[in-house]
């Protein structure tokens, strides 16, 4: 095969791309033995809203261009920039001690994966211009229903995040109604239901004042007596009552609804399930999970979010469907004389017929090469200690005489709410926004505040990084214990004073 110059400057040679990536190579495996020693801590952003987050201004300045380069850089300060710089500002997600939200720590081996796609840098829109990793999406699809108890017939689609996944889901809802422009639909989700939800309604053509809020029961999941109610109360107003968005694993407190019973009800009353299980979704591959999530291989679609519960970079998403043929009647749109022939084979599939998007990277490669390296087992240990440290953490926390820890009558995802005792609420929730600016401003882990209906302010630590093991844990309550200790030396001079 004939080979020629591309007559471009931009065309790198082979001692030039070597000389790149061992450059890189040496910056990242520096940031990653910083990272391992305790170099960075766990959030820049401590103790601080981000409001009122000057140092975040700062830096935001010092990297603003408002002009386009007109002549090259070199790449050493180029990368300067990048890991001195750039990265030394805002939340680290990758540190072992993230333990607000829910922690995304972004494996090395999928994001090899990554790179290895965008260097190849295939069409995947259409199973004819590649075959193989059509394939390879494909089989990560399949895994993924596997591990949520879907069988024959079920397929889905990679995202780049859950709220696209959730948009998708709602989209198959709407048209699968009949009311395809939405204008009688009806939407209910719980009260610790993700926001992406009324956004999502909004993009598939739902009136957001028809996204219904459903109140939660004492454990914090969805009351299906109040479900029920709602829906009758709609239908008999001439509505159409279309979705119902179950969550499996709330942020707040990783609460998951009663999915054998919610969809029990949508079967009766002919309403599509979709359930939000971007938190939770994959924990039903270890055993206490398949337990929590009972009922999920029941939705008629779901949301999942493998940069969370299989600890993939952020960006690794999907929306999984019971029945494929909904998916495709939802987003099949007519080809294009320029676009290879399309193919109704279920077996070779052209994803532009199942999502949203006609151009689109290959994304499968970011799940498929560490789950093919390392087998499901050694996620599901992963998943399992999680939930084995965040029962220690509770037990531990729960010691404290100065502390609350949220109890919960069911089992949850690994999240754990504590707050200060104090004689009024008031006091209580002041008392606890201190105590979690103290133990942030340690730098050690971030954990970050959340409200709940009914005991206010709390503490919120999410247990859910690859890399959390029990030393962060132990931390964790170290920075507890000092921070209470300082609270009270405060309080002490306070009174002296």
Not at 106 to 132: D, K, M, S
Not at 162 to 168: D, E, H, P
Not at 254 to 277: F, K, M, P, Y
Not at 389 to 417: K, W
């Amino acid at each position: 095969m004939l080979s020629t110059p591309s007559g471009s400057e931009l065309e790198l040679a082979r001692d030039q791309m070597r000389e790149m990536l061992d450059a890189v190579a040496d910056r990242i495996m520096d940031y990653q033995d910083r990272m391992a020693g305790g170099g960075y801590p766990a959030s820049y952003l401590q103790d601080s809203e981000p409001a009122d987050y000057d140092e975040g201004r700062r830096a935001s300045a010092l990297l603003r261009e408002d002009d386009v380069p007109r002549v090259g850089s070199d790449l050493d300060s180029l990368l300067s920039d990048i890991f001195e710089r750039v990265i030394t500002n805002g939340m680290v997600h990758p540190h072992p001690g993230m333990l607000s939200h829910v922690p995304s720590g972004g494996l090395f081996q999928a994001a090899v994966g990554e790179f290895i796609a965008r260097i190849l840098n295939r069409f995947v829109g259409v199973w004819a211009a590649t075959p193989g990793f059509t394939q390879i999406e494909s089989n990560v699809i399949r895994w993924f229903c596997t591990m949520l108890g879907y069988g024959e017939g079920s397929f889905g689609y990679l995202t780049t995040g859950g709220s696209i996944a959730n948009f998708m889901g709602v989209r198959c809802a709407v048209d699968n109604s009949g009311d395809t422009g939405g204008r009688l639909a009806t939407v209910y989700v719980s009260d610790q239901g993700h926001f992406s939800v009324e956004k999502a309604a909004k993009l598939a053509g739902v009136d957001p004042c028809r996204v219904r809020t459903i109140g939660t029961d004492d454990n914090y999941t969805m009351d299906v007596d109040q479900l029920r109610d709602r829906v009758e109360h709609d239908r008999g107003r001439g509505l159409t009552p279309t979705l119902v968005v179950a969550t499996a694993g709330t942020t707040n407190t990783g609460a998951v609804d009663d999915l054998r019973s919610i969809s029990e009800l949508c079967r009766r009353q002919n309403i599509w399930l979709h359930t939000d299980a971007c938190f939770g979704g994959f924990f039903g591959i270890t055993e206490r999970g398949r337990k929590l999530l009972a009922g999920i291989e029941e939705s008629d679609s779901v949301a999942v979010d493998a940069h969370k519960s299989l600890f993939l970079p952020h960006g690794t998403s999907a929306l999984l469907v019971r029945d494929r043929t909904n998916l495709r009647a939802a987003f099949e749109v007519p080809g294009a004389s320029y676009i290879p022939e399309l193919t109704d084979d279920p077996e070779y599939v052209d994803f532009c017929n199942y999502g949203p998007e006609l151009t689109r990277e290959v994304r499968g490669l970011t799940a498929w090469l560490p789950i093919k390296m390392h087998g499901i087992d050694a996620f599901t240990d992963t998943l399992d200690q999680k939930l084995d440290l965040a029962e220690r953490l509770s037990a531990c926390l729960a010691t404290f005489e100065e502390l609350e820890v949220v109890a919960r009558e069911r089992t949850h995802l690994p999240v754990i709410n504590f707050r200060v005792r104090a004689a009024t609420p008031e006091e209580s929730a002041e008392r606890t926004e201190q105590l979690c600016k103290l133990i942030c401003a340690r730098a050690n882990v971030y954990v970050t505040t959340t409200r709940l209906p009914r005991e206010g302010l709390v503490i919120r630590a999410c247990v859910m990084h690859h890399r959390t093991g029990p030393l962060i844990v132990d931390q964790l309550l170290e920075d507890v214990r000092g921070s209470l200790k300082e609270m009270t030396q405060e309080a002490l001079s306070h009174d002296i004073h």
